[in-house]
Protein backbone atom coordinates (compact mmCIF):
# COMPACT_ATOMS: atom_id res chain seq x y z
CA UNK A 1 0.00 0.00 0.00
CA UNK A 2 3.03 2.60 1.13
CA UNK A 3 4.41 1.30 -2.59
CA UNK A 4 1.50 2.29 -4.16
CA UNK A 5 0.67 5.56 -2.98
CA UNK A 6 4.39 6.57 -3.69
CA UNK A 7 3.78 5.47 -7.10
CA UNK A 8 0.52 7.56 -7.69
CA UNK A 9 1.52 10.51 -6.17
CA UNK A 10 4.56 10.59 -8.74
CA UNK A 11 1.84 9.57 -11.70
CA UNK A 12 0.05 13.00 -10.56
CA UNK A 13 2.89 15.34 -10.06
CA UNK A 14 3.84 13.85 -13.47
CA UNK A 15 0.69 15.03 -15.07
CA UNK A 16 0.74 18.09 -13.57
CA UNK A 17 4.23 19.06 -14.72
CA UNK A 18 4.52 18.18 -17.93
CA UNK A 19 1.11 20.11 -18.26
CA UNK A 20 3.37 23.17 -17.14
CA UNK A 21 6.50 22.65 -18.83
CA UNK A 22 6.35 19.79 -21.48
CA UNK A 23 10.12 18.52 -22.69
CA UNK A 24 11.29 19.59 -26.09
CA UNK A 25 11.29 17.60 -29.30
CA UNK A 26 14.76 17.02 -29.25
CA UNK A 27 14.12 15.11 -25.51
CA UNK A 28 11.92 12.57 -27.06
CA UNK A 29 15.04 9.94 -27.15
CA UNK A 30 15.88 10.34 -22.96
CA UNK A 31 12.14 10.37 -22.23
CA UNK A 32 11.76 6.89 -24.19
CA UNK A 33 14.36 5.88 -22.60
CA UNK A 34 13.08 6.73 -19.30
CA UNK A 35 9.62 4.93 -20.15
CA UNK A 36 11.88 1.59 -21.38
CA UNK A 37 13.02 1.73 -17.90
CA UNK A 38 10.29 1.91 -16.03
CA UNK A 39 8.68 -0.73 -18.28
CA UNK A 40 12.14 -2.98 -17.29
CA UNK A 41 11.07 -2.32 -13.46
CA UNK A 42 7.49 -3.12 -13.41
CA UNK A 43 8.67 -6.72 -15.11
CA UNK A 44 11.93 -6.90 -12.51
CA UNK A 45 8.96 -6.24 -9.86
CA UNK A 46 6.61 -8.27 -11.59
CA UNK A 47 9.14 -11.15 -11.11
CA UNK A 48 10.07 -10.22 -7.87
CA UNK A 49 6.62 -11.05 -6.13
CA UNK A 50 5.79 -13.54 -8.49
CA UNK A 51 6.99 -16.38 -6.50
CA UNK A 52 4.83 -15.67 -3.76
CA UNK A 53 1.79 -15.22 -5.22
CA UNK A 54 1.68 -18.57 -6.73
CA UNK A 55 3.01 -20.04 -3.48
CA UNK A 56 0.85 -18.56 -1.31
CA UNK A 57 -1.93 -17.15 -3.37
CA UNK A 58 -0.84 -13.42 -1.62
CA UNK A 59 0.40 -10.05 -1.78
CA UNK A 60 4.07 -9.34 -0.40
CA UNK A 61 4.30 -7.95 2.78
CA UNK A 62 6.73 -5.19 3.14
CA UNK A 63 7.23 -4.63 6.89
CA UNK A 64 7.59 -6.87 10.20
CA UNK A 65 8.63 -10.63 9.91
CA UNK A 66 7.12 -11.23 6.22
CA UNK A 67 8.71 -8.23 5.06
CA UNK A 68 11.28 -10.86 4.37
CA UNK A 69 9.81 -11.50 1.65
CA UNK A 70 9.86 -8.13 -0.21
CA UNK A 71 13.87 -8.42 -0.64
CA UNK A 72 13.45 -9.47 -4.43
CA UNK A 73 10.95 -5.89 -5.15
CA UNK A 74 14.20 -3.43 -4.06
CA UNK A 75 15.46 -3.38 -8.00
CA UNK A 76 12.37 -3.32 -9.47
CA UNK A 77 11.40 -0.81 -7.21
CA UNK A 78 14.17 1.08 -7.27
CA UNK A 79 14.36 1.58 -11.05
CA UNK A 80 10.87 2.36 -11.62
CA UNK A 81 11.18 5.47 -8.90
CA UNK A 82 13.81 6.53 -10.23
CA UNK A 83 12.84 6.79 -13.57
CA UNK A 84 9.48 8.16 -12.77
CA UNK A 85 11.17 11.13 -10.98
CA UNK A 86 13.39 11.28 -13.55
CA UNK A 87 10.53 12.56 -16.13
CA UNK A 88 9.92 15.36 -14.37
CA UNK A 89 11.25 18.54 -16.11
CA UNK A 90 11.42 20.44 -13.35
CA UNK A 91 14.84 20.17 -11.37
CA UNK A 92 13.13 21.47 -8.30
CA UNK A 93 10.31 19.25 -8.20
CA UNK A 94 12.78 16.47 -8.88
CA UNK A 95 14.74 17.13 -5.85
CA UNK A 96 12.10 17.54 -3.52
CA UNK A 97 10.91 14.45 -4.60
CA UNK A 98 13.68 12.80 -4.09
CA UNK A 99 14.59 14.33 -0.88
CA UNK A 100 10.76 14.01 0.32
CA UNK A 101 11.60 9.77 -0.35
CA UNK A 102 15.03 9.69 2.13
CA UNK A 103 13.22 11.52 4.79
CA UNK A 104 10.06 9.16 4.65
CA UNK A 105 12.48 6.25 4.33
CA UNK A 106 14.39 7.61 7.19
CA UNK A 107 11.47 8.06 9.34
CA UNK A 108 10.32 4.54 8.22
CA UNK A 109 13.42 2.25 9.09
CA UNK A 110 14.07 4.23 12.29
CA UNK A 111 10.63 3.81 13.67
CA UNK A 112 10.42 0.01 12.88
CA UNK A 113 14.32 -0.28 14.48
CA UNK A 114 12.34 0.89 17.89
CA UNK A 115 9.88 -1.67 17.37
CA UNK A 116 12.26 -4.33 16.92
CA UNK A 117 14.53 -3.24 19.21
CA UNK A 118 12.07 -3.46 22.02
CA UNK A 119 10.92 -6.51 20.75
CA UNK A 120 14.46 -7.70 21.51
CA UNK A 121 14.36 -6.48 24.73
CA UNK A 122 10.90 -7.65 25.52
CA UNK A 123 12.60 -11.08 24.70
CA UNK A 124 15.32 -10.60 26.60
CA UNK A 125 13.33 -9.99 29.69
CA UNK A 126 11.30 -13.19 29.11
CA UNK A 127 14.43 -15.18 28.18
CA UNK A 128 16.11 -13.40 31.98
CA UNK A 129 13.07 -15.08 33.72
CA UNK A 130 13.11 -18.43 32.22
CA UNK A 131 16.81 -18.82 32.94
CA UNK A 132 16.34 -17.47 36.98
CA UNK A 133 13.13 -19.20 37.82
CA UNK A 134 13.23 -22.44 39.10
CA UNK A 135 9.44 -23.56 38.44
CA UNK A 136 10.11 -23.16 34.46
CA UNK A 137 13.45 -25.13 34.80
CA UNK A 138 12.31 -28.31 36.44
CA UNK A 139 9.17 -28.06 34.18
CA UNK A 140 8.57 -28.52 30.32
CA UNK A 141 5.44 -27.45 29.29
CA UNK A 142 3.70 -24.12 29.56
CA UNK A 143 0.79 -21.46 28.46
CA UNK A 144 2.51 -17.93 28.07
CA UNK A 145 0.32 -15.10 27.75
CA UNK A 146 1.61 -11.91 26.66
CA UNK A 147 0.44 -7.88 27.42
CA UNK A 148 2.14 -5.24 25.97
CA UNK A 149 4.43 -6.98 23.49
CA UNK A 150 4.92 -4.71 20.76
CA UNK A 151 5.21 -7.70 18.28
CA UNK A 152 3.32 -10.51 18.53
CA UNK A 153 5.71 -13.71 20.19
CA UNK A 154 5.44 -16.88 18.66
CA UNK A 155 6.05 -20.14 20.06
CA UNK A 156 9.53 -20.75 18.19
CA UNK A 157 10.94 -17.66 19.78
CA UNK A 158 9.99 -18.46 23.45
CA UNK A 159 11.65 -22.28 22.96
CA UNK A 160 14.90 -20.30 21.14
CA UNK A 161 15.44 -18.45 24.24
CA UNK A 162 14.96 -20.67 26.52
CA UNK A 163 17.46 -22.76 24.28
CA UNK A 164 19.97 -19.69 25.14
CA UNK A 165 18.67 -19.70 28.82
CA UNK A 166 19.13 -23.37 29.81
CA UNK A 167 21.20 -25.16 27.00
CA UNK A 168 18.50 -27.57 26.49
CA UNK A 169 15.48 -27.89 24.17
CA UNK A 170 13.01 -30.11 26.16
CA UNK A 171 10.83 -27.48 26.22
CA UNK A 172 7.37 -26.26 24.73
CA UNK A 173 6.03 -22.83 25.83
CA UNK A 174 2.45 -22.07 24.04
CA UNK A 175 2.42 -19.34 22.63
CA UNK A 176 -1.37 -17.74 23.86
CA UNK A 177 -4.84 -19.85 23.68
CA UNK A 178 -4.38 -21.38 20.32
CA UNK A 179 -0.95 -22.66 20.96
CA UNK A 180 -3.05 -25.69 22.53
CA UNK A 181 -3.85 -26.89 19.62
CA UNK A 182 -0.15 -27.69 18.79
CA UNK A 183 0.01 -29.92 22.38
CA UNK A 184 -3.30 -31.55 21.25
CA UNK A 185 -1.90 -33.02 18.03
CA UNK A 186 1.53 -33.51 18.91
CA UNK A 187 2.68 -36.75 18.20
CA UNK A 188 6.38 -38.31 17.56
CA UNK A 189 5.87 -36.83 13.43
CA UNK A 190 4.80 -33.19 14.24
CA UNK A 191 6.91 -30.77 12.24
CA UNK A 192 7.49 -28.40 15.29
CA UNK A 193 9.76 -31.07 17.06
CA UNK A 194 12.56 -31.36 14.99
CA UNK A 195 12.49 -27.84 13.60
CA UNK A 196 11.66 -25.30 16.63
CA UNK A 197 14.13 -25.60 19.65
CA UNK A 198 12.68 -28.50 21.60
CA UNK A 199 14.50 -31.63 20.19
CA UNK A 200 13.92 -33.37 23.51
CA UNK A 201 10.65 -32.84 24.28
CA UNK A 202 8.64 -35.04 25.58
CA UNK A 203 5.80 -34.75 23.71
CA UNK A 204 4.17 -37.82 24.97
CA UNK A 205 3.08 -35.86 28.41
CA UNK A 206 0.18 -33.48 27.47
CA UNK A 207 -0.33 -31.82 31.02
CA UNK A 208 0.69 -28.28 30.91
CA UNK A 209 3.09 -27.58 34.22
CA UNK A 210 2.13 -23.90 34.02
CA UNK A 211 0.97 -20.55 32.74
CA UNK A 212 3.43 -17.79 32.76
CA UNK A 213 1.93 -14.28 32.39
CA UNK A 214 4.04 -11.18 30.97
CA UNK A 215 3.12 -7.92 31.19
CA UNK A 216 5.75 -5.69 29.55
CA UNK A 217 5.86 -2.20 30.59
CA UNK A 218 5.72 -0.28 27.25
CA UNK A 219 9.37 1.89 27.19
CA UNK A 220 9.29 4.31 24.21
CA UNK A 221 12.07 5.48 21.67
CA UNK A 222 14.04 7.40 24.20
CA UNK A 223 13.86 5.02 26.87
CA UNK A 224 15.22 2.16 24.15
CA UNK A 225 18.04 4.74 23.11
CA UNK A 226 19.57 5.21 26.74
CA UNK A 227 19.35 1.00 27.20
CA UNK A 228 20.59 0.56 23.81
CA UNK A 229 23.67 2.97 25.27
CA UNK A 230 23.82 0.90 28.59
CA UNK A 231 24.06 -1.95 26.68
CA UNK A 232 27.37 -0.81 25.04
CA UNK A 233 28.57 0.56 28.26
CA UNK A 234 26.64 0.09 31.20
CA UNK A 235 26.94 -3.40 30.75
CA UNK A 236 25.07 -3.93 34.84
CA UNK A 237 22.64 -0.96 34.74
CA UNK A 238 21.58 -2.52 31.41
CA UNK A 239 21.39 -6.19 32.92
CA UNK A 240 19.06 -4.45 36.34
CA UNK A 241 16.56 -2.73 33.54
CA UNK A 242 16.05 -6.43 31.56
CA UNK A 243 15.64 -7.77 35.32
CA UNK A 244 12.70 -5.36 36.42
CA UNK A 245 11.31 -3.48 32.83
CA UNK A 246 8.83 -6.67 32.97
CA UNK A 247 6.05 -8.38 35.47
CA UNK A 248 6.53 -11.81 35.03
CA UNK A 249 4.14 -13.98 36.93
CA UNK A 250 4.60 -18.12 37.18
CA UNK A 251 1.25 -19.90 37.97
CA UNK A 252 2.16 -23.80 38.41
CA UNK A 253 -0.92 -25.78 37.31
CA UNK A 254 -2.18 -29.43 38.70
CA UNK A 255 -2.87 -32.10 36.43
CA UNK A 256 -6.59 -31.22 37.14
CA UNK A 257 -6.12 -27.80 36.11
CA UNK A 258 -4.77 -28.63 32.98
CA UNK A 259 -7.09 -30.56 31.93
CA UNK A 260 -9.77 -28.45 32.24
CA UNK A 261 -8.21 -25.71 30.80
CA UNK A 262 -7.40 -27.52 27.59
CA UNK A 263 -11.01 -29.14 28.04
CA UNK A 264 -12.06 -26.05 27.90
CA UNK A 265 -10.06 -24.99 24.67
CA UNK A 266 -11.64 -28.50 23.11
CA UNK A 267 -15.09 -26.67 23.63
CA UNK A 268 -14.44 -23.20 22.55
CA UNK A 269 -14.70 -21.61 25.34
CA UNK A 270 -11.48 -21.14 26.81
CA UNK A 271 -10.82 -17.32 26.76
CA UNK A 272 -8.50 -14.71 27.69
CA UNK A 273 -10.44 -13.12 30.50
CA UNK A 274 -10.65 -16.00 32.09
CA UNK A 275 -7.26 -17.62 32.61
CA UNK A 276 -6.63 -14.12 33.57
CA UNK A 277 -9.50 -13.67 36.28
CA UNK A 278 -8.98 -17.54 37.37
CA UNK A 279 -5.43 -17.84 37.81
CA UNK A 280 -3.25 -14.66 37.48
CA UNK A 281 -4.97 -12.97 40.77
Known sequence: MGLTAVLLCLIVLIAITNKKSQP??????????????????????????????????????????????????????????????????????????????????????????????????????LRSEIENNEHIIDNDTFLVMFSNDVVSTHFYQINGNSWRATGTQNRFYMSGINDIQYLIDMDENSWILNA????????????????????????????????????????????????????????????????YIVDLFKEGNLTRDMLYNSYSK
Open 196 to 259: YCMRDYDYKDKTIDGIIFVDYHPAGSKVILKEKAYELFKKEEFEKWIDTAADIKYVPLSETDSD
Open 24 to 125: KAENKPAVNKCLGMILLGCTAFYFGVFPYLVKRGQAVESVLILGRDSLLLGIGTAIIIYYTVKLLANFRVKRGILLLIVVLGIAHFNYYYMTWQECYYQQLQ
